[in-house]
């Protein structure tokens, strides 16, 4: 390292970057966001190195953020600089991995000496413009991926850290106090590890939503082959009846699309069978539209209105006539053949 510093001053194989390599959700909502820079400020979390350190505030009720981990080691597994999360679906490495079948463990090293070089050596081809092979950008999300992959920005995860003095009681600043006055949540997901998040190994999140997509349920079609219409729930403005058509229509010929603004949902109802079933199949639990992931149900037959009888009704037809006839009977019985004649007033 020493000779190469002689020759060439940026030779020590450290970090110069202008922007960082972030989330959207770890960037915040506010537009007009501002990030300090400091050079070689920090060592990767992962590799040890020197690195450039983003620091930023991502909204007005949130906490600075700041990257933990270098560009090498986050273009190396295409996970966000600060949460390590996947940069595509917002998934942690293990649930990645697990669901498109990639084993990238063994691919980076664990020693310092070969993790040094094997950085170097993704760095060099980035400075020379070579796209090195990543297995992320080749293989196609599955359904696990599409199921727990996070279609929208999740802010909630910017807000302060608990306030440790209000855990004991002392804190006195009151609504002054930058931190959350709020008793923290204890449990497996309190206890995590930034390399085992980044290597995708023990990862506590990772496993708690691979066992909700196990226990994810699959639309069985019903017993009434007369059935041919889905309900699409948690609908909004944002989407309309195109829309709605646009997704569906691969799967068989779409006899009608019913809207119901009301209560947020929607019936689609194929001309077939099958093409309900085929629909059913493909968008169970992975529906997403304009970023709003919908809820797909098998539509229930609507219970016909009961008919009245002919029979029955000129039964009451005849009653009706039948008290008419006794009343005019009895009215005109009386004196002066008034109606009235026995209410008072009436001579």
């Known amino acids: 390292m020493a000779h190469r510093l002689l020759r060439d001053v940026e030779a020590d194989g450290w970090e110069r970057s202008d922007f960082p390599i972030i989330c959207e959700s770890c960037l915040g909502d506010n537009p007009y966001v501002r990030m300090t820079k400091a050079d070689y400020d920090k060592e990767c979390k992962i590799c040890t190195r020197p690195f450039t ?14 990257t933990e981990i270098c560009q090498t080691c986050s273009k190396l597994k295409n996970v966000c600089q600060v949460c390590l999360l ?26 310092d000496v070969n993790r040094e070089y094997f950085a170097e050596e993704h760095d060099r081809k980035a400075r020379a413009g070579i796209d090195y092979e990543s297995s992320y950008g080749k293989a196609r999300p599955n359904d696990t991926i599409l199921k727990l992959q996070r279609t929208t920005p999740y802010y909630k995860r910017n807000r302060a850290h608990v306030c440790s003095f209000f855990i004991r009681g002392e804190c006195t600043r009151g609504a002054e106090c930058p931190y959350r006055h709020e008793m923290p949540i204890t449990g497996e997901l309190s206890q995590q590890n930034i390399k085992d998040r980044y290597y995708g190994v023990n990862d506590p999140v990772a496993l708690k939503l691979l066992n909700k997509a196990g226990e994810m349920p699959s639309l069985e079609p019903p017993e009434d082959e007369g059935i041919k219409t889905l309900y699409v729930g948690g609908l909004d403005a944002r989407i309309t009846e195109q829309d709605l058509r646009d997704n569906f229509y691969a ?5 009608s699309v019913r809207m119901v603004l009301q209560r947020a949902c ?13 629909a059913a199949e493909e968008l169970s639990n992975k529906l997403v539209i304009k970023g709003l992931r919908l809820k797909l149900m098998w539509g229930r037959p609507q219970a016909p209105k009961p008919e009245t009888d002919a029979s029955d009704e000129a039964r009451q037809q005849a009653v009706v006539a039948h008290t008419r006839e006794k009343l005019l009977s009895i009215n005109g019985s009386s004196k002066n053949g008034c109606p009235y004649s026995f209410t008072r007033g009436c001579s």
């Not at 679906?89 to 990639?102: E, K, N």
């Not at 799967?251 to 006899?255: A, L, N, Q, T």
């Not at 929607?266 to 085929?278: L, S």
């Open 53 to 66: 350190v983003f620091r930023w505030r991502p909204g007005r009720d949130a906490r600075f953020k700041k």
């Open 251 to 255: 799967h068989g010929e779409i006899e």
């Open 266 to 278: 929607a019936f689609v109802t194929y001309t077939t069978r099958e093409g309900a079933e085929k």
């Open 86 to 111: 996947d940069l595509e679906y917002g998934l942690p490495v293990q649930v990645r991995d697990t669901a498109l079948s990639i084993d990238s463990n063994d691919a980076i090293p664990k020693s």
